[in-house]
């Protein structure tokens, strides 16, 4: 696509529930990031994908978070049991290779209530 | 550890006058140093970027400088315009390889 895409736009979920959110990154780029934004709060970094090497998930806050990225392409975010503290933007970038120009999607905003 | 920071107060500025926002950083040995705009509601968007053999940078009305001895970066925008309100955020980098983290931000407010 032209460019990142995220699904959904909105979500609104109850505690207690599982949700998953979705990146389409740029095609052909190697690099996906996700970030988590609390409203008028700076980006928290959450995973990082490089190509096939393993991700950097040292910015996911606890165990009900996961993401994978099937095909070196689209990524899953997965956030189980959701809480109250939760609700965030949460937003996904993806740069090519040896790239350095990050580029965003318009994010998912997701509300726990 | 890694720390960024950025002026944490919003910055207002008259319209016409020169913003100058800045970003220091700590335990880094960054390749490069990235600055991006965010308005309300949208992803970030990359605006400019500067390497570590590189004093300074201009882009039409922006200019980055970097300084690796100071551990800083200052961002300016010269004539100054409303539509230049935003958060601004910088991001060093120690390769193209490693994850990006961003500064808290700088909230800039150009009046007219």
């Known amino acids: 696509g032209a460019g990142v895409s995220q699904s959904p736009s909105n979500k609104v979920t109850e505690k207690g529930k599982d949700v998953e959110l979705r990146c389409d990154p740029i095609s052909g780029h190697t690099a996906l990031y996700w970030y988590r934004q609390s409203l008028g709060q700076g980006l928290e970094f959450l995973i990082y994908?490089?190509?096939?090497?393993?991700?950097?998930k040292s910015g996911l806050p606890s165990d009900r978070f996961s993401a994978e990225r099937t095909g070196g392409s689209v990524s899953t975010l997965t956030i189980q049991r959701t809480q109250q503290e939760d609700s965030a933007v949460y937003l996904c970038a993806s740069s090519g290779t040896g790239g350095t120009e990050a580029f965003f999607g318009q994010g998912t905003r997701l509300t726990v209530v | 550890s890694q720390k960024i920071e950025q002026n944490s107060e919003a910055l207002n500025i008259q319209e016409g006058k020169t913003a100058t926002l800045t970003c220091n950083y700590t335990?880094?040995?960054?390749?490069?140093l990235q600055w991006y705009r965010q308005d309300p509601g949208r992803g970030p968007v990359f605006l400019l970027l500067?390497?570590?053999?590189?004093k300074e940078k201009r882009k039409e009305r922006l200019k980055v400088t970097f300084d690796t001895t100071l551990k800083q970066s200052l961002f300016h925008i010269t004539a100054s315009q409303p539509a230049d309100s935003a958060t601004y955020l910088c991001?060093?980098?120690?390769?193209?390889?490693?994850?990006?983290?961003f500064g808290s931000g700088t909230r800039l407010s150009i009046r007219p």
């Open positions: 335990n880094y040995s960054p390749a490069y």
């Open positions: 991001a060093p980098r120690d390769s193209s390889a490693s994850k990006i983290i």
């Open positions: 994908f490089q190509g096939n090497s393993a991700p950097d």
């Open positions: 500067i390497r570590e053999n590189e």
